[in-house]
C-alpha cells in the first residue's frame, strides 16, 4: 500500500475533518480486525454512537477523538479495515 507524504496526510485530515466533527458514529463495521494494526474486540462498543469532538494529526498518524473520552489512532492509508457510518 502506497503511504502518503506528510502535506498529503494533512490535505487528509482536513478534509476528514469537515466530514467527521461534530457527528455522531453511530455503527463501526470492521472488515479485518489485523491488517498492521490490531483492532480490539470492543472496538465497536466503545465508539458506537460517540461524537467526534476533535481530529490531530501527529506524523502519519490521524487521532480522533470521542466525546466518550475515546482516542482512536489511525494510521493514514489509502485504504482502511473500518468504515464509520455517520450522522
Do not use: H
Request: aromatic content about 4%; charged content about 30%; proline content about 3%.
Amino acid at each position: 500500500t502506497k503511504m502518503p507524504e506528510l502535506p498529503e496526510v494533512e490535505t487528509i485530515k482536513n478534509t476528514v475533518s469537515k466530514m467527521l466533527l461534530g457527528a455522531t458514529i453511530n455503527k463501526v463495521m470492521v472488515r479485518q480486525r489485523k491488517f498492521r494494526q490490531l483492532i480490539p474486540m470492543d472496538f465497536e462498543k466503545r465508539i458506537e454512537n460517540s461524537k467526534v469532538i476533535s481530529l490531530k494529526r501527529i506524523a502519519k498518524y490521524m487521532l480522533i477523538n470521542t466525546d466518550n473520552k475515546q482516542t482512536t489512532k489511525r494510521k493514514v492509508r489509502i485504504c482502511t479495515n473500518f468504515t464509520l457510518l455517520l450522522s
